[in-house]
């Protein structure tokens, strides 16, 4: 009777390291391999553009290069954000009709980073163009 009782234990303690070793493979692998720092050197740069407008005049319009380096007009305020874009993008605002307080900005993003503002210009009433080329 010892012995039974000795091999049901014998039993329960391999089955139960056995499963424990399976969910401990099953945790610790994941559908994704880790990337090596040379396979994460070796990923493109991606750059993503946002254009701001804030204006205290809703007719103030303007124009603006987005990823396909085609004009793309607005009116009034808002943010719009265009990318992925290369090394040497020239990002590129003009803002017409500010008949008020006008703020233009231009931000940029480098993979996934937080934008960081690149040109601002602040107007009262008057025109103007802002730029910033991506290097």
Same mark, same amino acid.
Do not use: W
């Given at each position: 009777?010892?012995?039974? &009782? ?7 303690? =391999? ?25 994460? &050197? ?10 701001? &407008? ?16 085609? =004009? ?34 231009? =931000? ?28």
């Amino acid at each position: 009777m010892e012995v039974l &009782i000795k091999n049901v234990i014998m039993r329960k303690s =391999l089955l139960f390291n056995l499963l424990f070793c399976l969910l401990i493979g099953f945790v610790s692998c994941s559908s994704e391999s880790a990337k090596t720092e040379e396979e994460i &050197i070796k990923e493109p740069t991606r750059y993503y553009v946002k254009y701001v &407008i804030t204006t205290q005049y809703t007719e103030a319009q303007g124009q603006m290069i987005n990823d396909k380096n085609e =004009l793309v007009y607005f009116k009034g305020n808002g943010e719009y954000v265009y990318g992925p874009v290369d090394k040497g993008f020239k990002a590129y605002m003009e803002v017409t009709h500010a008949n008020r307080k006008t703020v233009g900005q231009i =931000l940029v993003s480098i993979n996934q980073e937080p934008f960081t503002l690149k040109a601002s210009k602040e107007t009262y009433g008057e025109n103007f163009a802002i730029s910033y080329t991506i290097e």
